[in-house]
């Protein structure tokens, strides 16, 4: 098993100062160490507002850390080097609804990620795109399509196609199911079930959903204001949470499992 | 009697030219004290039909019913001035959007204090008033959960937390004391601890006062913890109905099925990583429904009989709509094709045999029947 991602004292310091006077509120993510290897899957669980999605950010480099290393498949990702880690961590946001523009086409979307990140010609574009809508479960004529021309599933299918098309090698969702309905939601968790197999990603997965964390991940890190409290294989997290905070969620979320086992009888 | 009857259930809705019915023939029961939970995906009706009962349907769109009564007094026939007495004291609805159905520009205990209904703060005289309104306040927030009620008040609804925001729409909906409470999805992307508290409260609710809840919501996890009674829609077609007990060890309806194997927390022997069940395709939109039974396109089970609408049909509270019900082998497919053959009511049809096969189902959850 080769470690894809490593991320060493990753350490985020966030300020606001709100007027003259008073001290400035302060939010720090961090220090943050794990990796995640090569067709494995990493959950992020915590409370909201423990740091997930800075966390998810600060991965893709939507901000940047402060402090930290970040190695990628052997490599250490220098803190401005967009290029790269545009290409090889890629993020799934937590409303693919929104994140989509409504005025221009699917294909012109996901064409727009290929002209910014590669030097295909048109031609190959064009190709890499249909190859990439097909192993997501649409149509090649989805091309043609305006976000509103899709459902829920579909659009979540784009997002991942907007993902997927660069070959990445770790993909960060944040909260990819949430917005879903549960038929839709099986279908997708299915899907990215197979194309991590397909594919060898690396996938961290933030939820609230301790189900289908629990079906998905191979570990889990728990957070909880802005630090990692608690982390380890899936099964051995959920089995003897050490921590407080850890017990709680989980006891909370398996006590409505329990009581859906005390109706079957 | 019933505090809440709904039967057959019809909106229409214009769409360009043409009609659709965005809710068909959905019928629904809420009884005294009962939890009842009302399940469905986006885009099913479920918020509709709360739109539905507390009257805010646009007047172009044509609504039809049987029965839409609040204890036995007719809803749509009703005077407007009738019918907001009676949504403003025995209806409470908690809405979905917690943070934007409250007034943003209010702080939180003014929105809270002015919905207190004047005939709760009578004694005294009016400059005695303000505090007794403000003693009420700080109780029912305390009855919800929200221990620190001096920080909540005084705050704006953007500035507190959505799952706080919740538990106070929640304490707005219960300030006129209400028979039923119409909570539509209140445990939307909560996580597992808050959530686990609001089931805690809106079931502490039924138990000590007999509040009446229609749970609105497509999280099974939440359902089957807590209700008592459920309803799944399917695309403004009731699909299934009956005690929650029921469904969930012997659903009849594809769907119903799909959905409950659609959560990984309620299947014991799933192997991590492995695919799960699912019903391909999605829901349909409106203006692209399928004639007969609309989940045809998706069954697995369908044949060419679904495209006729099946009737609903009801064995022992227990009622279902579906030509091909899951776990009769030998009766209900039998029934179902005659049915269609012969045009003859599924009613008569659903007669001994197939009545029999159900209660021997359900001997061993309910014990012999009586």
Redesign the interface.
């Known amino acids: 098993m080769t470690v894809m991602l490593l991320v060493k004292d990753l350490i985020y310091r966030h300020q606001v100062k709100r007027t003259l006077f008073t001290k400035p509120e302060c939010f720090e993510l961090g220090p943050i160490n794990f990796e995640v290897y090569r067709g494995q899957t990493l959950a992020v669980i915590g409370?909201?507002?423990s740091g997930k999605t800075l966390l998810a950010k600060a991965l893709v480099g939507g901000v940047t850390p402060q402090q930290g290393e970040i190695i990628l498949d052997g490599e250490s990702l220098a803190q401005n080097e967009r290029q790269t880690r545009n290409q090889d961590i890629r993020l799934i946001l937590q409303h693919s609804k929104n994140a989509l523009n409504p005025a221009v086409t699917i294909g012109s979307i996901l064409n727009q990620t290929l002209v910014l990140n590669t030097s295909l010609d048109e031609k190959d574009r064009y190709a890499k795109i249909e190859q990439t809508l097909v192993k997501v479960g649409l149509l090649r004529e989805h091309y043609f399509f305006y976000k509103h021309m899709l459902?829920?599933?579909?659009q979540q299918r784009v997002a991942l196609a907007r993902a997927l098309i660069l070959d990445p090698k770790v993909i960060v969702a944040d909260?990819p199911f949430?917005a879903l309905?549960?038929?839709?939601?099986?279908?997708t968790?299915?899907l990215i079930?197979d194309i991590q197999q397909d594919l060898g990603l690396a996938f961290i997965y933030i939820s609230?959903n301790?189900?289908?964390v629990?079906?998905?991940s191979d570990s889990v890190m728990v957070m909880d204001k802005g630090k990692i409290i608690e982390s380890g294989a899936?099964n051995e997290v959920f089995c003897h949470p050490s921590k407080e905070v850890t017990e709680?969620?989980i006891s909370?979320?398996f006590?409505?499992?329990d009581?859906?086992f005390e109706?079957?009888? | 009697m019933p505090l809440l009857d709904i039967k057959n259930l019809t909106l229409e809705i214009e769409s360009g030219s043409e009609k659709v019915k965005a809710l068909d023939k959905v019928s629904l029961v809420v009884n005294e004290g009962e939890i009842r939970a009302l399940v469905g995906?986006?885009g099913s009706g479920k918020s509709l039909i709360v739109r539905a009962i507390i009257g805010a349907i646009p007047d172009h769109w044509k609504i039809t019913a049987d029965r839409l009564t609040w204890k036995g007094q007719n809803l749509l026939s009703m005077s407007q001035e009738k019918r907001r007495v009676i949504m403003r004291r025995e209806i409470a609805v908690v809405f979905q959007d917690p943070t934007s159905s409250l007034d943003p520009l209010v702080t939180l205990g003014e929105q809270l204090e002015e919905s207190i209904p004047a005939e709760f703060v009578v004694k005294g005289n009016y400059w005695q008033r303000k505090k007794q309104k403000r003693e009420i306040t700080i109780s029912l927030l305390h009855k919800v959960g929200i221990k620190e009620h001096d920080a909540c008040m005084k705050r704006f609804p953007h500035e507190i937390?959505?799952?706080i925001t919740q538990k106070f729409m929640i304490a707005m909906a219960l300030v006129s004391e209400p028979e039923i409470l119409i909570a539509d999805d209140p445990t939307r992307?909560?996580?597992?601890?808050t959530?686990?508290q609001i089931?805690k409260l809106l079931t502490r609710l039924n138990e000590t006062k007999n509040l009446a809840i229609l749970f609105v919501s497509?999280d099974?996890?939440?359902i089957?913890?807590?209700s008592h009674a459920m309803t799944v829609l399917y695309c403004g077609q009731t699909v299934e109905s009956g005690k929650?007990?029921h469904l969930?060890?012997r659903p009849l309806h594809p769907y119903t099925k799909?959905?409950l194997?659609?959560?990984?927390?309620?299947q014991v022997n799933?192997p991590?990583?492995s695919?799960?069940?699912?019903?391909?395709g999605?829901?349909p939109?409106l203006q692209h429904l399928p004639i007969g039974c609309r989940l045809g396109p998706r069954c697995p089970s369908a044949r060419k009989e679904c495209v006729k609408v099946p009737e609903s049909r009801n064995i022992q509270n227990h009622s279902y709509s579906c030509h091909f019900p899951l776990h009769m082998p030998t009766s209900g497919q039998g029934q179902a094709k005659e049915q269609t053959d012969q045009h003859v009511s599924a009613k008569e049809h659903a007669g001994a045999s197939e009545k029999e096969a159900y209660v021997k189902f359900n001997e061993?959850?309910d014990g012999p029947p009586t």
């Open positions: 409370h909201n507002g459902s829920d599933g579909q909260e949430a309905d549960p038929s839709v939601r099986s279908q968790v299915n079930l609230q301790l189900g289908i629990r079906h998905i899936t709680k969620l909370s979320h006590n409505l499992v009581k859906h109706q079957l009888g | 995906e986006s937390p959505s799952d992307s909560m996580e597992s601890t959530k686990n089931l497509h099974l996890l939440a089957s913890s807590m929650v007990k969930l060890r799909a959905l194997d659609s959560a990984p927390s309620f799933l991590p990583k695919h799960l069940t699912t019903l391909d999605t829901i939109t061993d959850i």
